[in-house]
């Protein structure tokens, strides 16, 4: 039992550069989810997703886009990154009310 | 809309002193409300937790009580350790809105010999 795991650990892109972050997770969850966190702002949601085959925007969605064709797995795709989307990135799954964390991605871009 | 408001850090300590890191909110709900733990290089983890006025979330000497007549969730801790030393999460959520956390701005904890 793996929990939540997160491709890559770390990166550095290039501003326009595109990518994309895989969360996987093996409980079974419906409910999985994206966030940055940033110094002092806590962690901020990105997008989220109910259920295979759904998603839904959160607080800070403009410059990514998700999907989930797999109920195990959930995708951020960065399309042309940009200095301000230098953060890390942690993935959640949950089933009720309480959430499991992924162990994060690190991700520069310059 | 819902939002979380801890204290800011950060908060240093002597080993064995009395923690609190305060933490209230606002929400349109009825949210269940959670501390989380981050420890240094690492993703975050499920300290506590309470889902209901008045319940008590404990774990690993912390605790907390959800009080709904002051919108507050304070985190305390009789006797700190060294290693306790992290960043402290607070955050609520929402089942009427796919069960997604939000988080206060986090206080980091630093406790010395």
């Known amino acids: 039992n793996a929990g939540v795991t997160q491709t890559p650990k770390f990166r550095v892109l290039k501003t326009g550069q595109s990518m994309t972050l895989l969360c996987a997770q093996d409980?079974?969850?419906?409910?999985m989810y994206w966030y940055r966190q940033d110094p002092g702002m806590g962690l901020r949601l990105i997008h989220y997703s109910v259920g295979e085959g759904t998603t839904a925007k959160g607080e800070v969605p403009d410059g990514y886009n998700v999907s989930r064709l797999k109920k195990q797995n959930f995708l951020l795709g960065l399309e042309s990154a940009a200095p301000s989307q230098t953060s890390v990135y942690f993935c959640?799954?949950?089933?009720?009310?309480?959430?499991?964390f992924g162990p994060g991605t690190r991700l520069t871009v310059l | 809309g819902n939002s979380v408001t801890q204290m800011e850090g950060p908060v240093t300590l002597s080993e064995e002193a009395f923690l609190t890191i305060n933490c209230t909110y606002t929400a349109t709900g009825y949210p269940s409300l959670f501390w989380y733990v981050q420890y240094p290089g690492e993703g975050l983890q499920l300290l506590l937790k309470a889902t209901k006025a008045d319940d008590k979330g404990s774990n690993k000497g912390f605790e907390a009580t959800y009080r709904k007549e002051t919108t507050s969730f304070h985190l305390e801790k009789g006797s700190v350790q060294v290693s306790d030393s992290a960043v402290y999460f607070c955050?609520?959520?929402?089942?009427?809105?796919?069960?997604?956390?939000?988080f206060g701005g986090g206080t980091r904890l630093m406790v010395k010999p």
């Open positions: 955050a609520l959520s929402d089942q009427g809105a796919g069960n997604m956390l939000t």
């Open positions: 409980m079974n969850h419906e409910y």
């Open positions: 959640a799954s949950s089933y009720g009310t309480s959430a499991v």
